[in-house]
């Protein structure tokens, strides 16, 4: 199975802050992987897919890149609502598999 | 519009049987293959399996393998997730999802609780 290890597992943030979240694929899987965000109590919400797509409608404050093996989940000016646990989730093998999740506390 | 429309919360005793639902909307069921996922505080999402409701073939995770089924119904466009005898670590919220790089649409969630 592929380990997607995300770091870090929790952070504390400001309001403007540039916060960056990173997953580290065990093994190559292209640009197979996707960011989620999650607040308490909703459904997870896709912001970016293939590594580097910006989910329609999700602002353009968030960005995704790729380097081998190592993906990042960029958010340039924090904002209120960016407060939640975010995912990465790899979909290149099975069985798919997700990071342990990075939560952006105030 | 696209939506996955899932059953309501359960609450059922170690052993019993279960079988949770999510009804698709606005797009063809056969399109897309539909997966499952399993939420709990302590683990995360996990990915439990996925089904191809235009054959129902089926593919599951290696810890989910033999402990749960898989199905789906193209006629009701609905597809579902079976257990025959549940544990009380079956206890989580479990979401389907539409397959689209990755997955672009969640139902809004099912919460089993598993306890005597």
């Known amino acids: 199975d592929i380990q997607m290890t995300q770091s870090p597992s929790a952070m504390s943030a400001s309001v403007g802050d540039r916060v960056t979240i990173t997953c580290r694929a065990s093994q190559g899987i292209y640009n197979s992987l996707a960011w989620f965000q999650q607040k308490p109590g909703t459904v997870p919400k896709r912001l970016i897919y293939?590594?580097?797509s910006l989910q329609s409608g999700v602002p353009s404050r968030f960005s995704g890149s790729a380097s081998g093996t190592e993906f990042t989940l960029t958010i340039s000016s924090l904002q209120p609502e960016d407060f939640a646990t975010y995912y990465c989730?790899?979909?290149?093998?099975?069985?798919?598999?997700f990071g342990q999740g990075t939560k952006v506390e105030i | 519009e696209v939506q996955l429309v899932q059953s309501g919360p359960e609450v059922k005793k170690p052993g019993e049987s279960l079988r949770i639902s999510c009804k698709v909307s606005g797009y063809r069921i056969t399109n897309n293959w539909i997966s499952w996922v399993r939420q709990t505080p302590g683990k995360g999402l996990e990915w439990m399996g996925m089904?191809?409701?235009?054959?129902?073939?089926?593919k599951y995770g290696p810890s989910f393998q033999g402990h749960v089924t898989m199905l789906s119904d193209k006629s009701s466009s609905t597809a579902h997730l079976q257990w025959s005898s549940l544990k009380p670590s079956d206890t989580a919220m479990y979401y389907c999802?539409?397959?689209?790089?990755?997955?672009?649409?969640w139902g809004q969630g099912t919460l089993v609780t598993v306890s005597s």
């Open positions: 089904i191809d409701p235009s054959d129902s073939h089926t």
């Open positions: 989730l790899q979909y290149d093998s099975y069985p798919w598999t």
């Open positions: 999802a539409r397959h689209s790089v990755g997955f672009d649409f």
């Open positions: 293939t590594a580097s």
